[in-house]
């Protein structure tokens, strides 16, 4: 998978791509095509080279060589499709050659403020022959026509040409300079054929060290810790930034979740509005960054390497499915027990399962499927409001609502400032009963709340 197909599974990874700060397209399509990682090693040295530019990137003596690197990455265009015709044997036309010769001119001095930086891990292909065949009159400047001083023939008939008297002796010199122009320019694609990969390395290179300043400039805003490569989960402080975003804009603050979780399934209960969803949102996103080489916003954060993360979180995939709620949800579990079975490493988040059925088959379906994690070892949280569940595994609460005695009343949009949505460890699964709490609070209907309650 890739991280632009990654965006329909994971939404707030759109989130993530909009705030990172590129200076060039190479980047940003570096990143869109930059597969999910599976493997501990490459984690583990993806987070060291992020470590290093994020100090480079902090660091005041290296700022002005870090500006003027920027400036340079800024300048380049994507030259692939030249250089894919160029390995395939065409003959390059002026603007062509043009490209070539500016991506050698700019990945040069590109190369020589990595150089300053001291960053070993970039080894950038010397371009200084290109260069030469591309610079003949030794100017150094990004531009390109088909120099006389190629040939001593055409700067004759080029002269000749300026000198004409009449426009038969024009079209004559014309013609035959178009001749030894197009020859050249075909021994000019055969010399630069062999240095196509040379291009094409530093054009990766530029790439990535583009895609490491935009994350490390993103960690740094969000104070992201760089997470660590473990066995299991242990997230504290996590925060999801786009979520977080949101409640600021309307002068509230997100409140970060810490959660501690083995190979093991994880069930957690609480009431409507207890913020379960949010935090498998946040679980997710997290386990996404980091297998996209990215530090996390959160105090500390260590995850272990997965090779899918499958989630059933909210109406989004039915809606896009056009299948009823519940089937997508079926289909979701039977997806997750058969990718496990296949032997992968699974972490599988699963947002109040069967919630659109009846509560006895809702109770026998988590009731299942958590025996069934349990059997294949598989690492998943499933949140559920359902109480009295039968099931032998590691139980959370969300402590939730928080009210003081001295507050009678509620408006709708200051519920949440009560809420304690920090997780407790519990034995038994009763779910916090707090709906008519919530509808007292809120003035509704006293005959209603009655008529509720009667009889019980």
Same mark, same amino acid.
């Given at each position: 998978?890739?991280?632009?197909?990654?965006?329909?599974?994971?939404?707030?990874?759109?989130?993530?791509?909009?705030?990172?700060?590129?200076?060039?397209?190479?980047?940003?399509?570096?990143?869109?095509?930059?597969?999910?990682?599976?493997?501990?090693?490459?984690?583990?040295?993806?987070?060291?080279?992020?470590?290093?530019?994020?100090?480079?990137?902090?660091?005041?003596?290296?700022?002005?060589?870090?500006?003027?690197?920027?400036?340079?990455?800024?300048?380049?265009?994507?030259?692939?499709?030249?250089?894919?015709?160029?390995?395939?044997?065409?003959?390059?036309?002026?603007?062509?050659?043009?490209?070539?010769?500016?991506?050698?001119?700019?990945?040069?001095?590109?190369?020589? %403020?990595?150089?300053?930086?001291?960053?070993?891990?970039?080894?950038?292909?010397?371009?200084?022959?290109?260069?030469?065949?591309? %610079?003949?009159?030794?100017?150094?400047?990004?531009?390109?026509?088909?120099?006389?001083?190629?040939?001593?023939?055409?700067?004759?008939?080029?002269?000749?040409?300026?000198?004409?008297?009449?426009?038969?002796?024009?079209?004559?010199?014309?013609?035959?300079?178009?001749?030894?122009? %197009?020859?050249?320019?075909?021994?000019?694609?055969?010399?630069?054929?062999?240095?196509?990969?040379?291009?094409?390395?530093?054009?990766?290179?530029?790439?990535?060290?583009?895609?490491?300043?935009?994350?490390? =400039?993103?960690?740094?805003?969000?104070?992201?810790?760089?997470?660590?490569?473990?066995?299991?989960?242990?997230?504290?402080?996590?925060?999801?930034?786009?979520?977080?975003?949101?409640?600021?804009?309307?002068?509230?603050?997100?409140?970060?979740?810490?959660?501690?979780?083995?190979?093991?399934?994880?069930?957690?209960?609480?009431?409507?509005?207890?913020?379960?969803?949010?935090?498998?949102?946040?679980?997710?996103?997290?386990?996404?960054?980091?297998?996209?080489?990215?530090?996390?916003?959160?105090?500390?954060?260590?995850?272990?390497?997965?090779?899918?993360?499958?989630?059933?979180?909210?109406?989004?995939?039915?809606?896009?499915?056009?299948?009823?709620?519940?089937?997508?949800?079926?289909?979701?579990?039977?997806?997750?027990?058969?990718?496990?079975?296949?032997?992968?490493?699974?972490?599988?988040?699963?947002?109040?399962?069967? =919630?659109?059925?009846?509560?006895?088959?809702?109770?026998?379906?988590?009731?299942?499927?958590?025996?069934?994690?349990?059997?294949?070892?598989?690492?998943?949280?499933?949140?559920?409001?359902?109480?009295?569940?039968?099931?032998?595994?590691?139980?959370?609460?969300?402590?939730?609502?928080?009210?003081?005695?001295?507050?009678?009343?509620?408006?709708?949009?200051?519920?949440?400032?009560?809420?304690?949505?920090?997780?407790?460890?519990?034995?038994?699964?009763?779910?916090?009963?707090?709906?008519?709490?919530?509808?007292?609070?809120?003035?509704?209907?006293?005959?209603?709340?009655?008529?509720?309650?009667?009889?019980?």
């Amino acid at each position: 998978m890739l991280f632009k197909n990654a965006f329909e599974q994971q939404p707030s990874l759109r989130f993530v791509f909009e705030k990172l700060q590129f200076h060039s397209v190479l980047g940003r399509q570096h990143l869109l095509n930059l597969p999910f990682c599976t493997d501990a090693a490459e984690l583990k040295t993806e987070f060291e080279h992020l470590a290093d530019t994020m100090e480079l990137w902090q660091s005041e003596c290296h700022r002005p060589t870090l500006s003027h690197l920027c400036q340079q990455i800024h300048q380049l265009n994507n030259i692939a499709p030249t250089l894919l015709s160029l390995e395939n044997g065409a003959v390059l036309d002026d603007i062509q050659l043009f490209e070539i010769k500016k991506t050698a001119i700019l990945t040069s001095t590109i190369a020589l %403020d990595v150089n300053k930086l001291e960053i070993p891990w970039l080894e950038y292909a010397p371009m200084e022959e290109v260069i030469d065949i591309l %610079d003949p009159e030794h100017t150094h400047i990004p531009h390109f026509y088909v120099y006389s001083a190629y040939d001593e023939d055409l700067a004759c008939l080029r002269e000749k040409l300026k000198a004409a008297c009449n426009s038969q002796e024009e079209e004559t010199y014309r013609f035959q300079a178009q001749e030894i122009e %197009d020859r050249l320019r075909s021994e000019l694609s055969e010399k630069l054929r062999p240095y196509h990969q040379a291009l094409s390395q530093n054009l990766r290179n530029t790439a990535y060290i583009d895609l490491l300043i935009a994350k490390a =400039r993103l960690a740094i805003d969000w104070k992201a810790c760089q997470p660590q490569i473990g066995e299991s989960h242990d997230l504290v402080n996590l925060t999801n930034p786009e979520i977080a975003e949101v409640l600021a804009l309307k002068g509230r603050q997100f409140q970060p979740v810490s959660i501690r979780f083995g190979r093991e399934t994880v069930l957690i209960t609480g009431a409507n509005m207890a913020g379960k969803s949010v935090l498998l949102q946040s679980v997710a996103l997290a386990q996404y960054l980091f297998q996209f080489g990215f530090f996390l916003p959160a105090e500390s954060a260590t995850l272990p390497v997965v090779d899918e993360i499958i989630t059933s979180i909210g109406d989004r995939q039915s809606a896009l499915s056009g299948l009823s709620s519940f089937a997508v949800e079926v289909l979701t579990i039977d997806r997750i027990i058969k990718t496990a079975r296949e032997g992968k490493r699974v972490l599988a988040l699963v947002d109040e399962l069967a =919630r659109t059925t009846n509560p006895d088959e809702g109770k026998r379906m988590v009731n299942g499927f958590i025996r069934i994690c349990r059997q294949l070892s598989l690492t998943a949280i499933v949140t559920t409001h359902y109480s009295g569940l039968d099931v032998d595994c590691k139980r959370l609460r969300v402590k939730g609502l928080q009210i003081p005695e001295n507050v009678s009343s509620l408006s709708i949009g200051h519920i949440s400032d009560y809420m304690d949505y920090s997780l407790i460890e519990t034995r038994n699964d009763d779910v916090p009963k707090e709906a008519f709490t919530i509808a007292r609070l809120l003035h509704v209907d006293d005959e209603f709340l009655n008529e509720c309650n009667s009889g019980l």
